[in-house]
Every structure is written in C-alpha cells, then in structure tokens.
T-cell receptor
C-alpha cells in the first residue's frame, strides 16, 4: 500500500547529540511536513517542503533543520537536542497545497537523556 | 486568524453508547474540515473530511456535517465500541496557495470506551 513511513519508530539520544529522523513516502506527493507533538497536545507544524521549496514556521527553533533530497524522502535534523525536544515527531504529506488532505506517518518517539 | 475549538475530554462512554464530540471553527475563507484519530503510540489517521458547506463526511460509522451557519463540524457515532478508544482531533485546512496548506488542529479529545 502507498504510505508514509517513518524510521526509526523510537529514537533515544543524549542531550546535545545530533539526531536525524527519516520520512519516506510512496504517494508521490509534492508536499511534505514535519510536526512536533508533545504529550496530550495537538501537533505543531515545524516546517514543510513544496517540492524543493522549504518553508519554515516563524516560531520553529534554529535547532531544527530539514532536508529533502528527492520527492520520496525528507529528513528532520535536530542539531543539539535538549530535554524539551523530547516528543513525537510526525511526518505528513499532501498531494499539493490548498485544502488537500494530509496523510501522516506513524511517528518517531524521541527520548532525550 | 483561523482556529479550531474542540470539546475537552477526557470522555468515557460505555460500549454501544452514542458519541458526540463538538468542534467549532473560525475561518476567513472556505476551509476544508477534517477529523483525525490517533491511537496510542501511533500517528494520525484520517477518519473523515468535508470540503464544503453541508457536506457530510462518514467512515466506520462516524459522521460529521460541515455546518457553515453554525461554523461547526461535530463528530458523531451511534454506537461506540471498545476499539474506538483513541484521541480525536478536529482540523481545519486553509488555502495557502502554492506553498502547501496550513492545518489548524483542535486540542484533541480523548475517548475511552468501557465494556
């Protein structure tokens, strides 16, 4: 089935040690999103790519970066994770902009020790 | 700006009870409306959606009608099951144009169904 895949499902890192989360999609969608979701909260959009165009949310910390080397893959890099970055990270895709449905991956649970 | 206000939980129901989760929205344009469901430890799954006024979205026994006059998109199910226990998010999708869309999520409502 076409889908959004995230790896790993669980990631443990140490305070200040860079970490990369991976997302891939077989939907051939133009737009890919990264969200941060903390416990009992709604997902918070960090940034998105429309094709190769990167769009950062105004309040996304500089500690968070992203790469999209091709249509299928998108990476979230956390340069120096702090304890406050422990969260579920969700990747989503949509065919295009406008009001298209977003399709979410299963998420990566990040623990920072 | 656009926003979604969702009924606070947690909600606990007995199996076969009727479910309503309220959702109201504020939007300047003509948004699409969505309900997503999140099971423990999982990502969000699309439950249903409606793209224009008076549209009814439905899936797996759940229904919601896009009411422009009351700016609401309440989620209903006639008879809940234990397997429906999850967190439900109401969301609004605004037209941003070329650069993707903006999803506004409600705060989520946790539902527990007991046998």
């Amino acid at each position: 089935d076409a889908m959004v895949i995230q790896n790993p499902r669980y990631q443990v890192t140490q305070f200040g040690k860079p970490v990369t989360l991976s997302c891939s999609q077989t939907l051939n969608h133009n737009v890919m999103y990264w969200y941060q979701q903390k416990s009992s909260q709604a997902p918070k959009l960090l940034f998105h790519y429309y094709d190769k165009d990167f769009n950062n949310e105004a309040d996304t910390p500089d500690n968070f970066q992203s790469r999209r080397p091709n249509t299928s893959f998108c990476f979230l890099d956390i340069r120096s994770p702090g304890l406050g970055d422990a969260a579920m990270y969700l990747c989503a895709t949509s065919r295009s902009g406008g009001t298209d449905t977003q399709y979410f991956g299963p998420g990566t649970r990040l623990t920072v020790l | 700006g656009d926003s979604v206000t969702q009924m606070e939980g947690p909600v606990t129901l007995s199996e076969e009870a009727f479910l309503t989760i309220n959702c109201t929205y504020t939007a300047t344009g003509y948004p699409s409306l969505f309900w997503y469901v999140q099971y423990p430890g999982e990502g969000l799954q699309l439950l249903l959606k409606a793209t224009k006024a008076d549209d009814k979205g439905s899936n797996k026994g759940f229904e919601a009608t896009y009411r422009k006059e009351t700016t609401s998109f309440h989620l209903e199910k006639g008879s809940v099951q234990v397997s429906d226990s999850a967190v439900y998010f109401c969301a609004l999708s605004d037209r941003r144009g070329y650069t993707g869309n903006q999803f506004y999520f409600g705060t989520g409502t946790s539902l527990t169904v007991i046998p």
